[in-house]
């Protein structure tokens, strides 16, 4: 498998999708290609951008499979179809089981808005205002078992204003994901990231 070859997972309306689709248009991804949106809801957004976008789909319902297991089993035949390399996570609401961790080990990465390993799980911008922290930020990291619990693979900051609202806040929150996501996954597909222990080294092009 080639780390060139990336699959983007989906379940909402797909802004950082979106972000990684016209990163690849504007050559910011490196050698990346993405060949697959995957979305566990045909209806959500992602879905419809990625068909807006040229990008093939692989849309099924977990609900129409008898367990988590074979609904996965059925996404890596198709990942392993197209030769995919890399998993990116852009708002895939889904705990993922060994069904699918086991074959794309250290090759399944997420984004989540805030400096990990505070505020992890849900609502991580509701949780730093409400913590009263005077910054907060994005991360990148490898998925694991966990909820947020991989390790930390790029971090960039965002100060919180005395004025924030849950939705200002996201909305700087949600730009620097934009430039953060991209710049991590063209250094994966150019093969600059290496793991050491917990510790990621990127390497400069």
Known sequence: MQLNRIAVFAS????NFAALAEAQKAGKLGSGSIELL????????????????????????P?????????????????????IGLIVL??????ITPVLLTPYAERIINIHPSLLPAFAGIDAIGQA????????????HYVDGGMDTGPVIAQRTV?????DTAE??????????????????A??????????????IIREK
């Open 12 to 15: 909402g309306q797909g802004s």
């Open 90 to 95: 852009a708002g895939y609401m889904r705990l």
């Open 129 to 140: 205002l409400n913590y009263g922290v005077k910054l907060t930020g994005v991360t990148v």
């Open 63 to 83: 609900k129409d499979f008898a367990s988590r297991e074979l609904y996965e089993a059925e996404i890596v035949a198709e990942l392993q179809r197209r030769d």
């Open 168 to 185: 200002t806040l996201a909305e700087r929150i949600h730009q620097v994901e934009h430039g953060l996501y991209a710049d991590v996954v």
């Open 38 to 61: 995957v979305s566990d809801k045909p209806e959500s957004g992602a879905a419809q951008r990625a068909v807006e976008a040229g990008i093939p789909t692989l849309l099924l319902r």
């Open 187 to 200: 250094a994966f597909a150019d093969g600059r990231i290496e793991l050491v222990g917990r510790k990621t």
């Open 159 to 163: 100060a919180v204003e005395d004025n």
